[in-house]
């Protein structure tokens, strides 16, 4: 069973960065696209970044473009997520998930989640001054 630990979430001022890190563990990722999704109080969720199995494609949602990176390490079994210019909006918790095509090997992503068949637990990230 593959699980997912998000790391890297905390309290940080309008303007900081953070580094969120997923972390997987009882299965390689190496097959698997991963998905960044975030959900702040009283809304539902919403995609913000998500990388192809290779890591060769990324997709950002408009409001995160030009402030976030997302990257990959399939040796350290690792999905990254570099936050930059963090505002007040950004506030959420951060989930980091998990999808591949099961008649293939490569998988683009997708910033739906209902193509996520692996979740992790979240991690918080609060934006204030």
């Known amino acids: 069973q593959l699980q997912l630990v998000e790391s890297g979430g905390g309290l940080v001022q309008p303007g900081g960065s953070l580094r969120l890190s997923c972390t997987a563990s009882g299965y390689s990722l190496t097959y698997y696209a991963i998905g960044w999704f975030r959900q702040a109080p009283g809304k539902g969720r919403e995609g913000v970044s998500c990388i192809s199995s290779i890591g060769d494609t990324t997709k950002y949602a408009d409001s995160v473009k030009g402030r976030f990176t997302i990257s990959r390490d399939n040796v350290k079994n690792t999905v990254y997520l570099e936050m930059s210019r963090l505002e007040p909006e950004d506030t959420a918790v951060y989930y980091c998930?998990?999808?591949?095509?099961?008649?293939?090997?490569?998988?683009?992503?997708?910033?739906?989640?209902?193509?996520?068949?692996?979740w992790g637990q979240g991690t918080q990230v609060t934006v204030s001054s």
């Open positions: 998930a998990a999808g591949r095509d099961y008649s293939g090997s490569y998988y683009g992503g997708s910033l739906t989640e209902n193509v996520y068949d692996y």
